[in-house]
């Protein structure tokens, strides 16, 4: 099933799995409300003192019934409302810390959890998501994991100190796959929602708990008063019978909370499992991780206090069992992987000794790129301050040689290189309908590209990419363009509005590119997400301003370049509250005409400098959305329309996005054959779209 479903019918599954817990979470406050009302009733009747007769008439009064339901609805919608508000504002972030995670920083992370940063970043690369941010949970010793994160790109993958010392790297690697199905599948999202919607179900044992706790107060009023009444006594023992009353109810709701999870979570489990070994196509990988979890002296046990109501989210039980669990049995799970399971698990398993670790991942490596460069490279000093010396004027054009942009652009107009989808004698609507079925759905293949890829990326740049000032630095230097006017005007502008370090870390870096493979360009880049999404907001509203800023000196970038700052700045900006996630909207797609015209003219033209090639490709994909359009002419084709057009199609529903991906896709597969460009624009425009197209490997 997970082999079968493309990335648009999960997300047609995810839906109505929420309206499943829409459902079930109605059904639940209807029964809590009328349990309840039924308490109510009891306290009334007793109030009137008339026996079983008065109890019936409480319970069936109406008036009774409609204060009882509308205070309780208020309180439960939204109590749960007010959770799901506080999920969205922390996102995944907000989870992993509430579990006692700790962000792993790769400058002081010891060797164990920088295996796990690069598994997480090969699984990104790979799947075509933001590389997410990185939590371990240092005080839990058993192995388990969990995903959270509302859409795919603001995501976060977590794991326990137990995954980080019992699982060697093929485990590890398993069991991120497994998470990074959840976030592919949308399966992320729904489990915050659950945890919002299941909060007010569970929260009326502290409502009950504070009506207990002040029933005291009146019995003590009553001792301290003369009045020979009882009345005192009489409202305290009630308040603490209501509270009572309301415990139990709760757990009633806990109950109920326990049945929705089971009911939404353990097939996804297996799905997960599922499309981790097509992932990696090692399936003992996350089979040997789930037997290690069975061993005795670890387990899957969370002793957070959270864990509770986020049990559905972790990779293992994180404590329930039987009917409770939200996971499927574990020997179950095994089986479904590695039939010749024999339901036997380890008795005992030994931490991994990090050294044994470090060897068994280093061995066997052929020589990386970085190996290659000249020496002088591997270990460039930094530049931390001052102006680059020269960089204006006229030997701008001098100093600043050697663009990045030109390495990216060289030689797409030939044969396709090794990796680009091969479409030989394949319809443009075949090879469509093929990278559609492709989105979400990585394979081992895109897994082995990632890991050579990031094998390859020396390693200075890596380190850049890992702190504030280079990952920066790194973005600026990529906007450089490769013509000398507009590059020199870029670099006026860039002396004059950029911090002195930045100037020449930037220089440094812009030095450098020419060194690195086209194919390495849009790695780099997204290893400085992470880094950028750490800085703070001011900073990073300044950094946007700058890189802005010389986009507009330079007359725009190449449409390539634009398209992964667009991307870039599109998430950095929703995680900096800069703008708000799009609604999806239904729309008609003739009222979108314009931004889908303006969008796939730039299509056309990224796929061929001749105007007639270029025509033939924009008519392809204007004719499968039922469009009948003109190409834009070249000098139309601005970055701002550009811009503007791709945050409007962002915005419409799940199944227009679908169709307008289909219609680019056709358009750059019209000659027959995808160039390397044409691919990373594939990928970047789809990952915009919150559609993870996986690299082609």
């Known amino acids: 099933m997970a082999a079968t479903m493309n990335f648009f019918e999960h997300q047609k599954q995810a839906k109505t799995r929420t309206s499943l817990l829409v459902f079930l979470y109605i059904a639940a406050m ?89 598994i997480v970043e090969e699984m990104a690369l790979a799947s075509g998501v933001r590389i997410p941010n990185v939590y371990v949970l240092r005080e839990e010793p058993s192995i388990n994991a969990f995903a959270a994160g509302f859409t795919p790109n603001s995501s976060v993958v977590a794991v326990t100190r137990g995954a980080l010392d019992y699982l060697n790297r093929e485990e590890l690697q398993g069991v991120i796959a497994h998470e990074f199905s959840h976030i592919l599948h949308q399966d992320t999202a729904l489990n915050l929602k659950l945890i919002g919607f299941l909060f007010g179900l569970e929260f009326m044992v502290l409502i009950g708990l504070f009506f207990f706790r002040i029933g005291p107060a009146f019995l003590g009023g009553e001792r301290r008063s003369s009045d020979k009444d009882n009345s005192g006594a009489s409202i305290g023992l009630a308040l603490m019978g209501f509270g009572v009353a309301l415990m139990v109810i709760g757990l009633i709701g806990q109950l109920f909370s326990n049945l929705i999870r089971m009911a939404i979570s353990r097939q996804r489990e297996f799905l997960a499992d599922a499309s981790a070994v097509q992932f990696t196509r090692n399936p003992m990988g996350i089979a040997s991780a789930l037997k290690k979890i069975g061993c005795p002296n670890i387990g899957s046990k969370i002793h957070n206090s959270g864990s509770a109501e986020a049990s559905h989210m972790f990779f293992g039980s994180v404590g329930f069992s039987g009917l409770f669990n939200s996971h499927p049995d574990l020997s179950e799970r095994i089986r479904r992987i590695d039939p010749s399971f024999d339901g036997t698990y380890p008795k005992e398993v030994a931490k991994l000794d990090p050294m044994t670790l470090q060897k068994e991942d280093t061995d066997g490596k052929k020589p990386t790129f970085a190996d290659r460069l000249p020496e002088q490279l591997k270990n460039l000093p930094d530049v931390t301050a001052g102006r680059v010396p020269g960089a204006a004027g006229t030997a701008a054009g001098t100093i600043l040689a050697g663009s990045i942009l030109p390495e990216m652009t060289a030689g797409f107009s030939a044969a396709p290189p090794s990796g680009a989808p091969a479409i030989e004698g394949a319809s443009p609507e075949a090879v469509a309908e093929t990278l559609l079925d492709g989105i979400g759905q990585p394979a081992a293949k895109s897994l082995r590209y990632a890991e050579s890829l990031l094998e390859a990326i020396p390693g200075y740049w890596r380190s850049c990419a890992a702190e504030p000032l280079g990952a920066e630095a790194i973005v600026c230097a990529l906007f450089l363009s490769e013509d000398d006017q507009r590059r020199q005007r870029q670099w006026d502008y860039f002396i004059t509005h950029a911090p002195a370090a930045l100037q020449a870390k930037t220089h440094q870096l812009y030095q450098l590119t020419a060194q690195i493979p086209s194919t390495m360009v849009i790695p780099i880049v997204e290893l400085t997400y992470p880094t950028l999404k750490s800085i703070g907001r001011r900073e990073y509203l300044s950094f946007r301003q700058l890189a802005d800023g010389m986009i507009r000196a ?97 915005e419409t529903t799940d199944e227009l996005r679908r169709r307008f991906l289909d219609a680019f896709f056709r358009c750059i597969a019209a000659d027959g054959y995808i160039t390397e460009r044409e691919g990373e624009l594939i990928r970047i425009v789809s990952a915009y779209f919150e559609c993870p197209m996986p690299s082609f490997g």
């Open 30 to 118: 209807i029964a809590t409300i009328l349990a309840v009302h039924s308490v109510v009733a009891g306290f009334a009747a007793g109030a009137g003192g008339e026996g079983m007769s008065d109890y019936r008439e409480a319970w069936f009064n109406p008036q009774l019934l409609l204060i009882d339901s509308i205070i309780l609805f208020l309180v439960i919608g939204g109590v749960s409302l007010g959770k799901i508000i506080q999920l969205k504002q922390g996102g995944g972030d907000g989870v992993a810390l509430s579990l006692g995670g700790t962000r792993i920083n790769k400058g002081n992370a010891d060797f164990a959890e920088r295996r796990l940063l690069n």
């Open 554 to 650: 330079g007359g725009g970038i190449h449409p390539l370049g634009f398209m992964v700052y667009a991307a870039l700045v599109r998430d950095l900006d929703h995680a900096f509250g800069v703008s708000r996630r799009v609604h999806r909207y239904s729309h008609m797609v003739h009222a979108l005409r314009e931004p889908f015209v303006t969008l796939m003219s730039h299509f056309a033209y990224a796929g061929s400098d001749d105007i007639d090639e270029a025509r033939r490709a924009f008519s392809l994909g204007c004719r499968a959305v039922g469009i009948n359009a003109e190409l834009l002419r070249a000098e139309e084709c601005t970055h701002a329309n550009l811009m503007k057009s791709i945050q409007i199609l962002d």
